[in-house]
């Protein structure tokens, strides 16, 4: 059973040969699934979702975020929890990173939509682990990753950025992943989904997840994302793109807010109150240079059958998170 | 800066093209630089601490060669001994060392508080540690010739593509190499990107995928024994994916530039004994213990309680260069013992005439393979549990043969990242021949294997980022 060597001899000109056929085959492959498989709906739907912004009356109060508050807020809640006839307009896009809030935010308010107040509210993993990649990789050209160098992207990113633009499988390896390892299916459904604009998202709220069932699961270390396995630290390059949105907020006047979205129990517990200091810190820093005021205090655990995956909210999970946001924010007028 | 990053990628590719653009000499002194980058990139602190101590060495080699054979050459070599076990002792095992000693203060109710502080662990400290001393031991005994110049040396002990995590080279092999790096042919490139596409996949789709599943068995508060089969199973695997995956890829690496790296892994679960299983399983470790440690301990000569105790020690020392804990000097224990019991079973059938004909027949050596297996396995548990109490629960569950229902749905989310070892190290063994030939015998069909590896590695592999388990070490 010991091994010996193959004994198959291969000249340079040989093997130079199986690279250029590796390379064919995988660009063959490359763009084969990118004519197969499109991008997907809130790639296709970003010029659409910015445009709308523009477009929209600006609502009383934004809402901000990420896919966590996309899902968890919703804004008839927060609404009616409000009590005092101002309209709430939940503006967060799955898979934004906060370098891209500012210029979100100028363009609109050179729109001339200026909302009364913004309520932040990322998801608590982005300002570890912001997925500047795969924001870059997704939306933005060469020129705009270019002149983002430098403001929070490094050169890294660039390059990691662009190669995601040439690569589809690099591009959307982690939800490819997850869909072969689950054989759960669902992302690839998700590709042929019309993309959602702001305005048709309330009716969908109502209608679907106000109904979602109550889940049954458990989540565990495992189950927990890399960025949740992190110590939550925010990186600098996060707080350099927040707080170039804080300053173009605060010069516009408008009225700041930031909010931790409720974690899992083992989010929780892999953070630690070390984590919850930090997070603490970062929001007095906020408040010292911006006078933002933080909602709640530290971290918030909901138990795990208000979560639909580790870190976004059930339909539960997401009414009872929209009703204490607007008692929130009602108290802190 | 690890492996499975794309830094390591960019950085390779630019230290290639530097290496190629580099004429004569000045390819020693590139390798160098581009060696203390790579190390730096975790932190540069530590970068004065490998280049004093091969400066150290260096030295001490330098006033050993002036001096004639006898005690004054073994002055410099015990002085080299004392200065890197030292150093490689007060930043790995001061503070175990002295945490065991409190414990036990702590029993009879003395002492509390810490006395050392805790510092961190240079990373590839136990590597980079052994070869200087191999070096060093080898030149004093005139079986190598001491290096040309400080730069060579250097470069022997900081070579980067083996630094963090080995093979541990000997002098011998690697020195006279990166004084002349051979060719680079297509054979050597072939080999380099088989080793590198698989020891990617290795590390990113086995380990990365099994790691998790396995850490959530041992977080467990209650194991029944199914999860202790499952979870040793799955760490044997993690952990073997993980660091030769690890060697492939620097060996892959070492291999564009020219050099060859010694081969760490063998197969190491197709073994039928203990020690065959040490000549399989990080082999440059098990060759530096037996040179230098074993050997020089009288090895199998003299009497055969002799030869046993000092085998027991190696293993005990070995154990014990894994990491500072408790469970890792059992473990080494453990292994010592399974050699020394299969010593006494070969002296027994020798003495008593019995030709072991049974372990002879193919069949016997399936048994055997087994048999070693399941030994293996619970050594994995030894090396893998956080606390010598978890050791002890997982052991009396082990023999409770209480099998939960669950246990066949966890299986069956493990097996896939087996049965992608097992089939990878078959299908690259001399056993898979015709399958070798045929791969060999069209350039596309090499190709479309290889892409097919890639993209199991882009659609398969977990990306997190996670180190190498060795790093620890």
Redesign the interface.
Known sequence: ??????N???????????????GL??IV?ELGLGLILPEGAFVRGLEEIETEIQQLDAPDIQIFGDSVAYGGIWEEIVAESLGDGRTVGNYSIPGICPLFARSLLEDQLAAEKKPEAIVVAFSLAKYSSPSTVNFLSRHATSGEMLNLLGHGVGQ?DV??GH?GRLSY??RY??E??QA??SADPSFFRSLWEEPKSISGRPNRFAKIDLIRERSERRF???NLT?EQRLPFTPTESVQHSLWQFFQVATDAGVDLYLVAPPITGASAECWGPEGEERWLKFSEKAHRDFGIVLLGEGFTTYPDDHFRDPWHLSGIGAGRFSRELGDLLRKSD | MLFNS??YI?FFLVVLVAIRLSPGRHRVLSLLVASYVFYAAWDWRFLSLLVGGTLVDHLLVRLLLQRAEGKARRIFVVGSLVFNLGVLGVFKYLGFFVESFQSMLGIFGLGSTSLVPALVLPLGISFFTFQKIAYVVDVSRGRVEPAKSFLDFSLYVSFFPQLIAGPIEKPRDLMPQLRAPSKV???D??VACRLLLWGFCKKVVVAD?LG??V??IF?AENLDTGMVILGALGFAFQIYADFSGYTDIGRGSARLLGIRLQKNF??PF?AANPQEFWRRWHISLSEWLRDYVYIPLGGSRGKFSRGNANVLTTMLLGGLWHGAAWHFVIWGGYHGLLIVGHRCYQRWTSTNGIPGRLFSTDVG?YLAVAAMFMFTLYGWLIFRVDSLTQLAAATKALFALDIEPGFLGSLSRMLPYILLMVLGDFFL???A?PV??LL?SR??I???A??IL??II????????NSFIYFEF
């Open positions: 059973m010991q091994s010996r060597s193959h198959f001899k291969m000249s340079l000109p040989q093997f130079w040969r199986v690279a250029l056929y590796f085959g995988l492959f890294a390059v990691r190669l499988t690099l390896q982690a490819l992943r072969i390892v565990q270390f495992e890399k | 794309l830094d960019a042919t297509g054979d490139c072939l995928n998790p599943k850490d959530r977080a063998d197969r197709l050596r063994s001399s056993t021949r070798v030939r060999h350039a596309w090499l190709a479309g290889g892409l890639f993209y882009l659609f398969l592999g977990n990306f997190d980022g």
